[in-house]
């Protein structure tokens, strides 16, 4: 009979209700533990020599709850009361102190680094608080996390402590990917139009097609403000001395774009190689030969033609022939009635080959591996957008692309707040170790000799009375 019942469970048993209730039991056996950890802590602590040497006289315990990962912790933390340097009682709490957690502060350290690393995976708000769904938290929340750091200054130490500059030896060329794009953003509580010009820098591309030494940065204004070409210029060189060292210097350069005139300026400045970016060219081709304007399945064929020999002598950097044929085919279209091409887009691709020759010249260029700025738009500042309405503040939008740019460019900001805090905790302790006893010692001396027979009263505070009369009357004589 005991075995049929065994196999009567072992048939009822269900995975998906199992894992979830098994769950939920090392989720709340974790949770305890955290909870026993936090009190033993504090228990330690209120043990601590330095703790008397210090005169900090345990109060009461006051229970206090924070969000951890794993959900909400309530614990019991010691009270304590000390002198301070007014000659009054102050309250304390030495655990809260210990483990880093302000007065008014719910998330637990973890769970601030947690959330900060959800953000450099291009994880949206939407998709952050899906992934912690049992917790008390909000978009604003995430906000004020992204707010609270200064991330510039943690990238910038993350550098001087991680970053290595690639080997010159492996590589020939150094490979300037730059685009614009506009992103609807909050400046000053109003909607505004802001520009992001993203710079991608890469050595090559490995057998898979990845792009290798990638690095990245990018520059921001609000609508109405314009991106100086000459400081920008300025910028690229700067990143490129601190990305990869001065030995840049000898190798030779390419700047990839749409062929605005900037980006024509930026090439000039640089002396570097100008490549149009074959995405643009792509689609002033296809807007000229539209398949949509003829249903004869002949003309749609012509165009299939016309469209792959036109890309085939782009390939080989043949810009003349292209515009020639162009100008001949123009023509033929003329004098027939049935046969329709359009116009406009068909004159703006012969404006935009001849605009853009030199461009497309480079293409024969033995170094040239093809161009994606478009791509890298998309991928790197748009991502971050994600899909519905929503809209980020300008600085918050800014400080996920340096989390997220910092990540590329091979650092990790959130270790060296890790480190951070680490170091600071073990300061604090040192600190009260040491300086706070010998402070206190020299405290006590001079209290004892200014606050000897000054005695103050709270009810002399408020305005005078006749008990306050009397009260000032017997301390004068006291004196």
């Not at 130490?157 to 953003?185: A, H, M």
């Not at 002396?271 to 060219?281: G, I, P, Q």
Request: hydrophobic share 35%; aromatic share 14%; with cysteine.
């Amino acid at each position: 009979m005991g075995n049929n019942k065994e196999g009567i469970n072992l048939l009822n048993f269900n995975m998906v209700k199992y894992v979830t209730d098994e769950k939920k039991k090392h989720n709340q056996l974790l949770l305890q533990s955290i909870k026993q950890q936090l009190e033993e802590l504090d228990y330690q602590i209120s043990n601590e020599k330095w703790r008397l040497k210090n005169g900090y006289i345990r109060n009461t315990l006051v229970p206090r709850t924070i969000l951890t990962q794993e959900g909400p912790v309530t614990f019991r933390r010691t009270k304590y009361k000390y002198i301070g340097a007014d000659g009054r009682w102050h309250y304390k709490y030495l655990l809260d102190d210990y483990i880093q957690l302000d007065k008014w502060q719910r998330l637990s350290l973890d769970f601030i680094i947690a959330i900060l690393d959800h953000i450099t995976s291009k994880q949206t708000y939407k998709n952050i608080l899906a992934v912690f769904p049992n917790m008390d938290i909000s978009e604003r929340t995430i906000s004020n996390i992204i707010k609270k750091y200064n991330i510039k200054e943690l990238i910038n130490e993350s550098f001087k402590l991680q970053y290595e500059v690639p080997d010159s030896s492996k590589y020939e060329y150094i490979y300037i990917l730059t685009d614009d794009t506009w992103e609807d953003l909050l400046v000053k509580n109003k909607s505004n139009e802001c520009r992001y010009r993203l710079v991608t820098f890469h050595t090559g591309k490995d057998h898979n097609g990845r792009l290798l030494n990638k690095r990245q940065f990018y520059w921001s204004v609000p609508k109405g403000a314009k991106i100086n070409t000459k400081k920008f210029v300025h910028e690229i060189t700067n990143q490129l001395l601190k990305f990869y060292g001065i030995s840049y210097k000898e190798k030779e350069l390419f700047l990839c774009g749409d062929g605005a005139g900037w980006i024509k300026i930026t090439a000039q400045e640089l002396k570097s190689n100008y490549v149009l970016d074959y995405f643009h060219l792509s689609q002033y081709i296809h807007k000229a030969f539209n398949k949509k304007r003829h249903l004869n399945p002949a003309y749609r064929s012509l165009f299939d033609k016309i469209i792959t020999e036109i890309k085939t002598e782009i390939i080989k950097g043949n810009v003349n022939k292209i515009i020639t044929f162009l100008n001949d085919f123009k023509n033929i279209t003329k004098y027939t009635e049935e046969f329709k091409i359009d116009l406009e887009h068909y004159n703006k691709l012969i404006r935009y080959l001849k605009n853009h020759q030199k461009g497309i010249e480079s293409y024969q260029h033995q170094g040239y591996i093809g161009s994606c700025s478009e791509a890298m738009i998309s991928h790197s500042i748009k991502a971050y957008m994600g899909y519905g309405a929503k809209i980020y503040k300008y600085e918050s939008f800014n400080v996920i692309l340096d989390l997220a740019m910092a990540q590329t460019n091979g650092l990790d900001p959130l270790k060296v707040l890790k480190d951070n805090i680490i170091a600071y905790h073990e300061q604090e302790i040192k600190y009260y170790r040491q300086n706070i006893w010998k402070w206190y010692q020299h405290w006590k001396k001079d209290y004892h000799k200014s606050y000897e027979r000054n005695i103050e009263l709270p009810v002399l505070r408020y305005k005078k009375t006749q008990i306050q009369d009397i009260i000032r009357n017997l301390l004068n004589k006291q004196k």
